[in-house]
């Protein structure tokens, strides 16, 4: 199994990129949001974490430049009925944080946006996932919202602007754009991401 691939980027196409390492060519799918991130930063090297797909005749690796992302990649193919390619589409369409929060509240119309992912895919995913993507390891980044009782403001605040009517999506991008928000209360950290929407 590889943990991740680092080298001198060769080629960025238009659903993986090619890396060299050392003379070996490794071909690593991945999501469009990172190869066109790949594009704009201009870099020569990257390291991606990979997960590897064996199949009969192929050996497939898919990879990202977080291992958040690498994690939840795993955990969205562990549902049955989801490949590869559908759990990529998702990470395409929503970030980890977004497509947290759209899981823990239940909230499959926000999945089934992403390319082939349809209505009863994305509520077999938040009814798979809901007990088990824990927010700690997949959903906030240690530098935004790294402890526990964080991400417990974190959730409750996102659950009120649901209440009020805004979209989850709405919702986490308010919060996150608060400076300062894992050392509020809830109700400040409300009343401040209320000032953002």
Do not use: C
Request: no cysteine; proline share 2%; net charge negative.
């Amino acid at each position: 199994m590889l943990y991740y691939v680092s080298g001198r980027i060769i080629e960025v196409g238009s659903e993986s990129v090619i890396l060299d390492n050392h003379g070996i060519g490794y071909e690593v799918f991945t999501t469009g949001r990172v190869l066109q991130e790949l594009v704009r930063q201009g870099k020569e090297e990257a390291l991606l974490y990979t997960h590897m797909q064996i199949k009969e005749d192929e050996w497939v690796l898919y990879g990202f430049p977080e291992r958040s992302d690498i994690r939840v990649f795993r955990q969205l193919i562990s549902v049955s009925g989801v490949g590869p390619k559908a759990a990529l589409a998702i990470l395409n369409t929503m970030t980890v944080e977004e497509l947290y929060m759209a899981i823990q509240s239940g909230d499959s119309k926000a999945i089934s946006k992403a390319q082939g992912v349809g209505p009863k895919t994305a509520q077999r995913l938040v009814v798979d996932l809901k007990g088990s993507m824990e927010i700690g390891s997949v959903a906030f980044d240690a530098d935004s919202f790294s402890e526990n009782a964080e991400q417990s403001v974190i959730s409750e605040t996102a659950e009120a602007l649901t209440s009020l009517g805004y979209s989850n999506m709405d919702a986490l991008r308010a919060i996150k754009k608060v400076e300062g928000a894992e050392e509020m209360t809830v109700e400040q950290l409300l009343s401040a991401a209320l000032r953002k929407l």
